[in-house]
């Protein structure tokens, strides 16, 4: 797993650690029933919710969940670099067990050596992974062993990255409606995006056309987004712009075709780096009672639109998106209750 590009650092959490000559072992009880663990493995979009160390994000995806199927993913570091990583499932029992390989793998699924990415040369081409799942009483024990990673630094990096997923993989059992969940209708060309959060529909409503509120939560962490235009009206346009730390800019822009406080909003948007691509965005704000239930439908021009905008990660940067929102929505409930 190339969670082992981390640094070694103490951790904090429970998981167990035992030692062996060429294996790594962690075992960890997650509050979850182990059908729904076992999901977060075998299933992509459960998969990219939590895989890598934390400030990773995984854009890209593909699960062959049969003995001699492939995986084949890429994570992405907060900076940026993409490392990529494939291998073969060797033994597959529904919701109890997985062994796969592991190896480092280009941007074609070719297998790689670890030095491709500017790491140890210890690290072997091919290694094991076996996770096993136990059930307790509505809860689960996962035990993973990843064999054939050096003694040192190699292994000491790779538990780093292992227990800082598992943090993530704990949170994203954990997280109930909280979380962003995705439909993809390929028949109608629709990408549908819906959470529930934590806040007021009007709280939500203004995060969305305030001008001020929108470079605290859109986009991604490591980038700033600037914005430029915003006339939130029929008729009107806005027009963001988006810096990574290499100081890179992509903007994005778009009309507003309704507006309806604080219930609806219907606007395009378009990625000017690839102009003619234009997407139609409904977004809806259902009051629950204190929270809100946010919904965006995105109706693409053609699948290949839709398929290429889901292979750009944006599923990936949509939920850290979306986490940032919640985070500025409890931030402004907190001020106004001090």
Request: net charge neutral; glycine share 8%; charged share 30%.
């Amino acid at each position: 797993m190339p969670s082992r590009t981390t640094k070694p650092r103490k951790t904090t959490k429970q998981a167990k650690v035992i030692r062996k000559e060429s294996e790594l072992v962690l075992a960890r009880v997650f509050d979850a029933p182990r059908e729904r663990v076992w999901k977060a493995w075998t299933e992509p979009e459960q998969f990219k919710r939590w895989w890598g160390p934390t400030g990773f994000t995984v854009p890209s995806c593909t699960i062959d969940l049969r003995v001699g199927g492939r995986y084949r993913y890429c994570m992405r570091s907060p900076d940026g670099k993409d490392y990529w990583a494939t291998g073969a499932y060797r033994e597959i029992v529904p919701t109890r067990k997985l062994v796969y390989t592991d190896s480092f793998a280009d941007p074609k699924g070719n297998v790689v050596p670890a030095t491709y990415y500017g790491m140890s040369a210890e690290i072997p081409l091919e290694m094991v992974v076996t996770v096993t799942f136990d059930e307790l009483g509505g809860k689960t024990k996962m035990t993973l062993r990843h064999a054939g990673i050096p003694a040192g630094p190699d292994r000491e990096g790779a538990n780093q990255g292992w227990s800082e997923s598992f943090d993530k993989l704990a949170a994203s059992l954990t997280d109930g409606s909280a979380g962003t969940e995705f439909v993809t209708d390929r028949r109608k060309k629709q990408l549908v995006m819906s959470r529930v959060f934590n806040a007021p529909r009007e709280d939500v409503f203004r995060a969305y056309t305030d001008p001020k509120l929108i470079p605290q939560w859109w986009g991604l962490r490591s980038q700033t987004t600037t914005v430029e235009a915003m006339d939130v009206r029929k008729g009107g346009r806005w027009r963001y712009v988006c810096r990574d730390p290499s100081g890179t800019e992509y903007a994005f822009r778009g009309e507003y075709r309704d507006v309806e406080p604080p219930e609806r909003i219907v606007s395009t948007f378009e990625f000017e780096g690839m102009p003619g691509h234009v997407v139609l965005e409904t977004a809806t704000f259902d009051d629950l009672v204190g929270k809100t239930k946010l919904t965006v439908t995105s109706q693409f021009e053609s699948v290949e639109d839709l398929e290429g905008m889901l292979q750009s990660g944006m599923e990936s940067g949509a939920r850290e998106t979306w986490d940032r929102l919640e985070e500025l929505l409890g931030r402004e409930g907190a001020e106004r209750r001090v």
